[in-house]
């Protein structure tokens, strides 16, 4: 079964600055998704990123992007410029990619809360 | 842009009580999620939905639990007989495919068991 696991519980970051959420996972296949979503305090769950196992490049969305070290299992989040609206709780998730079969759920991570200082 | 709801957003029962929590995904929508997160826990996998049949549920989807796609807009998820251990927020989902298109989520309905 899959498994994923986000050390951090809670991390800290002034405003403009940059910070880094990490991720690690299981997993015996070999094509996968792998996502970050954003809760905010509105509990809206919200895609803020996704990478493609296959996908050797890693994926950015404007002040987003993570770090897919495929070998080590490791999926980092990194915000850049980080703004009062980041303010959240965090999830790093997985799914199959249905390729060779595999369960269509996510798998969650516990969550980062992240807080963001003026 | 069109997204998922959830009502209740907050529902109180007693313990033994049946419950409905219901949801309307995304219009165009096929296949359906239940997940929840009990308070300090991670977000676990319910079930998943797809033409009218479960397609995949996870050990917690006991008999007490049901899903329902009543009409061609609502999604329900029926706990039977609620336990202490219930009390969770609960997350409907929809997505467009069953892989690759992401799962659009609602606001979580948080139930709380007396």
């Known amino acids: 079964a899959q498994t994923v696991t986000q050390s951090q519980p809670e991390m800290s970051v002034q405003e403009a600055e940059t910070v880094t959420l990490s991720c690690t996972y299981d997993t015996s296949e070999s094509d996968y998704y792998l996502f970050w979503y954003k809760q905010p305090p509105s509990r809206q769950m919200i895609l803020v990123i996704r990478?493609?196992?296959?996908?050797?490049q890693n994926a950015t969305e404007n002040r987003f992007s993570v770090n897919f070290q495929k070998a080590a299992k490791s999926f980092s989040l990194k915000i850049s410029d980080s703004q009062l609206g980041d303010a959240a709780m965090y999830f790093c998730?997985?799914?199959?990619?249905?390729?060779?079969?595999?369960?269509?759920?996510?798998?969650f991570g516990k969550g980062t809360k992240l807080t963001v200082n003026p | 842009e069109p997204e998922v709801t959830q009502t209740p957003s907050h529902q109180v029962t007693q313990m033994g009580q049946e419950v409905i929590l219901r949801c309307v995904p995304i219009s165009n929508h096929l296949y359906f999620y239940w997940y929840r997160q009990i308070l300090g826990q991670k977000v676990e996998f319910l079930v998943s939905f797809y033409n009218n049949e479960i397609s995949e549920k996870s050990e917690i989807f006991d008999d007490q639990f049901s899903v329902e796609r009543p009409d061609g807009s609502n999604f329900t998820l029926k706990i039977r007989s609620t336990k202490l251990e219930d009390s969770a927020m609960y997350f409907c989902a929809s997505s467009a495919d069953r892989y690759y298109n992401e799962q659009f989520f609602g606001p979580g309905t948080r139930l709380t068991v007396l």
């Open positions: 990478q493609e196992a296959y996908k050797q």
């Open positions: 998730a997985y799914r199959s990619s249905g390729r060779q079969g595999g369960s269509e759920k996510l798998v």
